[in-house]
């Protein structure tokens, strides 16, 4: 009985330094991806709609790999 | 909890499974927004100390507040706390293993009120319907038979939406007509715009030359999401608005099979080539290529799926967690409260401006990944002539 809400706590604490790993990691990925294109749009300011578009495709990819992460922390929780 | 989550697997799918686990789990579905970190962390104390929602101790719990409110809900709640608040019963709609069964919410809205319909004795518990038998004791068989059809808040506040667009789109459509040749004038013009937008902006650039046949559908689902995504976070009085409609992962779970359904039938023998044999791969690595192939078939429309409704559920949490911690506080002192009030509703304005930016930013995410779907289902071989 002990050991099973021992192995919860466990679980959880896990499950939620994942999310937070994974967080740390789209941080990262939408941060280096708003730098290249403030860096691009201010070598051509021209082609910003172009960067734009892309930066926010981009963006929403990253987002998407930590949406699995976040997932699979979910299932560490209620497996 | 299992007997929680056993119950959820009854409904109509499986995705509303993962809905199910997010909402039980508000640590968790807390605690992956890090913008919310500060208000997390009271949450979660309030949740420990109240001891969930069985100590109704005049105490108040955030946790459950902010559950209430991104689940969905068999009446439509105007004001007021537990026991005496003001809302509107909705009509629940059962389809049980013995036939239709349909009354109000009403009978049903007091902890443990026992309903007896035509074919079942019923009780809501924790916005589930279950299925009471003459002992006492919840029927499981029944229970799990059941499919709930009911209009619930999220169904309202869907009709609503719907409503409002027909009545924006007749009536923006009616001015081409009616002022051909004219500059846009009103609504017109406002919408004129985006159209354009969608059109040359997310169908033209990704999907090429046939995007024509995509735009009513891009439209619909640009306009779906960005309108409900408005509509939710403003909760005008009694109007159904400021729900958590498109946070709700049933409505994006329908959305993106939409799209996935769309990816199938349009899609030609040259996707499913790259998909099953990629041409010009030697045979060992397609071993290992194809099946997360195959899986990043069936993950696309997932994630479309999962980031409208992290983002949009994230947003009400967001704006939740901030309005709970001036009652946790005030339930310290009052003049704690008054303090951390005035912060609390500055970071939910600036909150509140970027979810205006997030409303259409996920409107615009979902649109332009269907369209590049599309484009590349629809993609001729014209690199492999160049080989």
Known sequence: ?79 | MPSKIKYFSNRITSVVLLAGLLLFSSPVALAYEPSSEIAVEDTLKTDAVGGGEHEKDGKFNAGELILEHIGDSHQWHLWGDHGHSVHIPLPVILYTDKGLEIFSSSHLEHHDELYTGKHYKYRLSHEHIEVIDEAGMINEKATKAIIDLSITKNVVSLLFGAALMLFIFISVAKAYTTRQGKAPKGLQSFIEPIILFVRDDIAKTSIGPKYEKFMPYLLTVFFFIFINNLLGMIPIPFLPTGTNLTGNIAICAVLAAFTFVIILVISNKHYWRHIFAMPGVPLPILIILTPIEILGLFLRPFVLMIRLFANITAGHIIALAFFSLIFIFGEKSAGAGYGVATVSVAFTIFMGMMELLVAFLQAYVFTLLSAIYFGSAMEESHSEEHH
């Open chain 1, 1 to 79: 009985m002990m050991s099973t809400v021992l192995l919860d706590t466990l679980h959880q604490g896990v499950a939620a330094l994942g999310a937070g790993v994974a967080a740390l990691g789209a941080g990262v990925g939408i941060g280096r991806i708003g730098g290249s294109a403030l860096e691009s749009i201010a070598r051509q300011p021209e082609a910003i709609n172009d960067i734009r578009s892309n930066m926010i495709l981009a963006a929403a990819l990253v987002e998407g790999a930590v949406f699995f992460a976040m997932v699979v922390a979910l299932l560490v929780v209620f497996k």
